[in-house]
Nanobody
């Protein structure tokens, strides 16, 4: 079993930056892809970014492309989401997720099988 724990969320003003971390524990492995999703109140869980098992491939939602950067440190079993130029519409609970049965970059939440508990990001205007 793999467990994921997110950290780094908080309150920031528009235009500011935050870095989210996702630490994996348990039966960790570098041989699976990871992703970040977010969910605002009353809305569905939306794809944000994904990264392949070795970090060689990344993919971003159009809404965050150019502002957010996903990265991973397999030696530390940690995935990061650097968020710059934050906007009020980025306010949401951010979830880290792992696709333990595959290594490719995917955007559907149904392709991921392990989820963290989420961390709140609030961007004030």
């Amino acid at each position: 079993q793999v467990q994921l724990v997110e950290s780094g969320g908080g309150l920031v003003q528009a235009g500011g930056s935050l870095r989210l971390s996702c630490a994996a524990s348990g039966r960790t492995s570098s041989s699976y892809s990871m992703g970040w999703f977010r969910q605002a109140p009353g809305k569905e869980r939306d794809f944000v970014a994904a990264i392949s098992w070795n970090g060689g491939s990344t993919y971003y939602a159009d809404s965050v492309n150019g502002r957010f950067t996903i990265s991973r440190d397999n030696a530390k079993n940690t995935v990061y989401l650097q968020m710059n130029s934050l906007k009020p519409e980025d306010t949401a609970v951010y979830y880290c997720t792992a696709r333990t049965w595959g290594i490719g970059v995917v955007v559907s939440p149904h392709e991921y099988d392990v989820w963290g508990q989420g961390t709140q990001v609030t961007v004030s205007s």
